[in-house]
């Protein structure tokens, strides 16, 4: 059984910093790209980060240089490093794998229509 598990989530102060985790099961992990999305209430779920198989990585625009996303394939872990946070990255934070094999991700990710694997989800709330 496919499962992605986050953790780390909570309430931070703007400009402040918080790390997101994400443990994977059930599938061979090193061979997929994997990502991060978020969604808030009303609003479309959007991808944030991305990670290749080999560890390299793309990020949506509005987290570019604020947030880091990383994978330990030994361990079957992906993370996110969310650095000098803002009240608009409040959010629910989903890991997400895609429905195919794919060791690189699309030039920039994978849509929410590839998603095969989501995880439960973690609350960041960010307070001016």
């Known amino acids: 059984q496919i499962r992605l598990m986050e953790s780390g989530g909570g309430s931070v102060q703007s400009g402040g910093f918080l790390t997101l985790s994400c443990a994977a099961s059930?599938?061979?992990?090193?061979?997929?790209?994997m990502g991060w999305f978020r969604q808030t209430p009303g609003k479309w779920r959007e991808g944030v980060a991305f990670v290749n198989a080999d560890g390299t990585s793309t990020y949506a625009d509005s987290v570019k240089g604020r947030f880091t996303i990383s994978r330990d394939n030994d361990n079957r872990t992906m993370s996110l490093r969310l650095n000098n946070v803002k009240t608009e990255d409040t959010a629910i934070y989903y890991c997400a794998r895609p429905t195919s094999s794919l060791r690189r991700c699309r030039g920039s990710g994978f849509p929410v229509s590839d998603v095969g694997f989501w995880g439960q989800g973690a609350q960041v709330t960010v307070s001016s």
């Open positions: 059930g599938f061979a992990y090193n061979d997929h790209c």
